[in-house]
């Protein structure tokens, strides 16, 4: 849970970053829902086991995707490889929160 909490932290952190609104906005409605999957698991411990996945997978590859959109961002970087990257993150933001929100719905 602690590195969970980490990742959470660097989501948070990326999130606040990003300059495009709406990338803005879905990245950080992803960090609230995984804030809640946190907050309900501290307090379900024993449910820790049906999120498994999400705390030592998915919180770890959003964080690594956004430090990477947040790097380009900041590098100021237009190639058609770095706009292909930020689009492809901005299309996947969405997913990932319905993604999110299922983790939620299952552990309730």
Not at 1 to 10: F, I, K, P
Request: hydrophobic share 40%; with cysteine; net charge positive.
């Amino acid at each position: 849970m602690e590195e969970a909490g980490r990742d959470l932290t660097r989501i948070w952190a990326c999130a606040r970053r990003i300059t495009d609104v709406q990338t803005k906005t879905d990245a950080l409605a992803l960090t609230e829902t995984g804030a809640r999957i946190y907050t309900y698991l501290r307090r379900q411990p024993e449910k820790i086991s049906i999120a498994y996945r999400f705390l030592t997978y998915y919180l770890d590859t959003v964080g690594r995707i956004l430090d990477q959109y947040i790097q380009y961002q900041e590098a100021d970087l237009h190639t058609a490889d770095v706009r292909r990257f930020q689009q492809k993150v901005r299309d996947l933001l969405p997913k990932l929160k319905a993604g999110f929100d299922e983790q939620l719905a299952q552990l309730m």
